[in-house]
T-cell receptor, first 113, second 115 residues
Framework: GQQLNQSPQSMFIQEGEDVSMNCTSS?????WLWYKQEPGEGPVLLIA?????ELTSNGRLTAQFGITRKDSFLNISASIPSDVGIYFC?????????????FGKGTKLSVKP | KAGVTQTPRYLIKTRGQQVTLSCSPI?????VSWYQQTPGQGLQFLFE???????NKGNFPGRFSGRQFSNSRSEMNVSTLELGDSALYLC??????????????FGPGTRLTVT
């Protein structure tokens, strides 16, 4: 099925560093969602974006909805060990039904204390 | 408010068997979507149910089916299991509507292993 291009695939960083990851698509989306998944659990919604150009923060996390509607990025500032996990972007096709979320393959984040 | 619950959490089945997985959405949420997660393919949309009707379907064979009950609980069924069906099956619920009502909240998943 269709998937978003999410990069990087993995990151190994030192505690305290900032992190940036992004997703791009050939299709226009009207919603971008960012999730975090930890081992043995389902994805947890971090940030939702609904308008092109929108910049939204959730604590140390900041995400933006690209102006072209085809991309989004997620930044994590001052990383801590509990940030470890896999981060997924997800988009909903413009005009598509709610259930049709398209997911990136994830960015695996490792944080060294 | 209780989150999305899925049962069972783990399941081991043999090729050729069939399996039924269950999902209880967050109270008040009427939409339930199902996803398959594998290391190779990532998260793939299976189908969505709203008001007991399938509203959208992903690109999976007919062996994968689902249904939703009047209390919004949903089940998915996989018949004639194949080794490639081994995956984490995730259920997500939402109120369904515009804007934030489209946000989907996931359960912990059912880990299915087919031997």
């Amino acid at each position: 099925g269709q998937q978003l291009n999410q990069s990087p695939q993995s990151m190994f960083i030192q505690e305290g560093e900032d992190v940036s990851m992004n997703c791009t698509s050939s299709s226009i989306f009207n919603t971008w969602l960012w999730y975090k998944q930890e081992p043995g659990e389902g994805p947890v919604l971090l940030i939702a974006l609904y308008k092109a150009g929108e910049l939204t923060s959730n604590g140390r996390l900041t995400a933006q909805f690209g102006i072209t509607r085809k991309d989004s990025f997620l930044n994590i500032s001052a990383s801590i060990p509990s940030d470890v996990g896999i981060y997924f972007c997800a988009g909903r096709n413009y005009g598509g039904s709610q259930g049709n979320l398209i997911f990136g393959k994830g960015t695996k984040l490792s944080v060294k204390p | 408010k209780a989150g999305v619950t899925q049962t069972p959490r783990y399941l081991i089945k043999t090729r050729g068997q069939q399996v039924t997985l269950s999902c209880s959405p967050i109270s008040g949420h009427r939409s339930v979507s199902w996803y398959q997660q594998t290391p190779g393919q990532g998260l793939q949309f299976l189908f969505e149910y709203f008001s007991e009707t399938q509203r959208n379907k992903g690109n999976f064979p007919g062996r994968f089916s689902g249904r939703q009950f009047s209390n919004s609980r949903s089940e998915m069924n996989v018949s004639t299991l194949e080794l490639g069906d081994s995956a984490l099956y995730l259920c997500a619920s939402s109120p369904r509507g515009t804007g934030s009502l489209y946000e989907q909240y996931f359960g912990p998943g059912t880990r299915l292993t087919v031997t």
